[in-house]
């Protein structure tokens, strides 16, 4: 059997994986018998991985920030909501969870009782926090496991690029939250630790308002990771919220001449930071950073009519279950209310309208801005479906890492 190894954005084949692979062919199945029972049932499967959004606070005001306009609302999920949910899906197959967006998850009352609750139930588990309150996050660092992991999104490697970029609303210093991850790292080596960098170059506006470039700042970035216990640094490009139709957008409104200097000066500091890094720490990018570096901005914003990753991952939060991070918050995108996976009989419920959002939600015209990361695996699995292949030529691999 293969071993998945180093795939880190490889969601087809994570897809593959032996606790995963029967929802995949029988997902194909379905998919296929469609057209002849248009009214067939969906497979009995839960999310593999859900996007778990436990309040919609949050101590900064970043101005890149995707969510802005669904922040700070005084919404946030009860610890009975996480509970149920949490207990409703892993009995439906769910492999991991991920505290991540809508708000400062470490702001949650209930947080550390959230985490003992996720790994208790033997999952995985991904933070991402601004780092604010890490301290939270080291209390509960004897829970987590290998392949958990703690994601702290910094942006900067400088103090005044990280208040520009971040705008802390209380007494928060880029120094404070490096050492309490090389802290949190000392008392659970076995963590992976991620230090997010998204990439602003210059001319990028939001409301009018220029952000401060941070390229200049990458290598930099990297010394810090490795000064400061990291496991990786992960490279992504600044996306910014269309206020007309409230989706993520790469690259909105750049012509291809700006493109390509954007591009080279992105692969500029890449090289640096490479050579910089050694093998001490890991440079991730992301896929719609790969995309930009490749100038195939254009092509990963072709998506195929439907979204199929709808059905293996979804978005948890105080507004609604959700089946994309990137429409968290549209009325559109919203599978159920935050109760949606509470029980079978509103699971099943749920489980319909994922299916019914599967076959109507047209992704190519609704995702047509965004550099999709799950834009090779919906084609694949375009492609798969429409083509008279056996399931079985599905060949599963070890398990191994199931965030989606």
């Known amino acids: 059997m293969e071993k998945l190894t180093h795939r880190e954005h490889d969601f087809g084949m994570k897809l593959k994986q032996e606790s995963a692979i029967r929802r995949l062919r029988e997902y194909v199945a379905w998919q296929r018998n469609l057209k002849a029972q248009p009214d067939q049932e969906p497979p ?59 708000g400062e998850p470490t702001l949650h009352k209930g947080f550390g009782e959230v985490v003992r609750v996720v790994k208790d139930r ?61 802290e949190l790292k000392e008392k659970n080596p076995s963590v992976s630790l991620g230090y997010s960098f998204v990439i602003v170059w210059e001319g990028i506006e939001v409301q009018g308002k220029k952000l401060r470039p941070n390229m200049e700042e990458m290598v930099e970035a990297v010394r810090l990771a490795e000064e400061y216990s990291f496991d990786y640094i992960s490279f992504k490009p600044c996306l910014v919220r269309l206020e007309s139709s409230q989706r993520e957008s790469l ?30 720490v890991k440079i991730l990018e992301s896929v719609n950073l790969k995309a930009m570096m490749d100038l195939e901005t254009d092509a990963i914003k072709r998506q195929p009519p439907m979204c199929h990753m709808q059905f293996f991952r979804t978005v948890v939060s105080p507004s609604g279950i959700f089946h994309c991070p990137a429409f968290r918050g549209v009325e559109k ?32 015209e609704e995702c047509k801005v965004i550099g999709c990361f799950y834009h090779d695996t919906n084609w694949w699995l375009e492609e798969f479906i429409q083509s008279d292949r056996d399931t079985e030529s599905l060949l599963q691999v070890e398990d191994d890492n199931f965030f989606l």
């Open 251 to 280: 690259l909105d409104h750049v012509d291809r001449e700006r493109e390509r200097k954007i591009v080279d000066e992105i692969k500029t500091h890449l090289e640096r930071a490479r050579a910089v890094s050694g093998n001490r």
């Open 333 to 364: 995108a919203k599978i159920a209310d935050p109760d949606g996976y509470l029980g079978d009989a509103r699971f099943g419920e749920s489980l319909r309208n994922t299916a019914a959002s599967i076959q109507l939600f047209d992704a190519q």
């Open 122 to 182: 033997g999952l995985q588990i991904g933070i991402v926090t601004n780092g604010s309150k890490l301290e939270r996050v080291v209390k509960v660092a004897d829970l987590l496991q290998e392949k958990d992991w703690v994601r702290l999104s910094l942006d900067a490697a400088y103090e005044e690029t990280f208040q520009a970029l971040h705008r802390p609303r209380t007494e928060v210093t880029l120094q404070k939250i490096l050492s309490q991850a090389k």
């Open 44 to 102: 009995p499967f839960g999310p593999l991985s859900v996007n778990l959004d436990l309040t919609t606070a949050c101590n900064f005001s970043c101005p890149h920030c995707v969510d802005s306009t669904i922040l700070n609302q005084g919404e946030s999920l009860s610890l009975e909501t996480v509970r149920d949910t949490i207990e409703t899906l892993r009995s439906k197959g769910l492999r991991s969870v991920i505290l991540l967006g809508g």
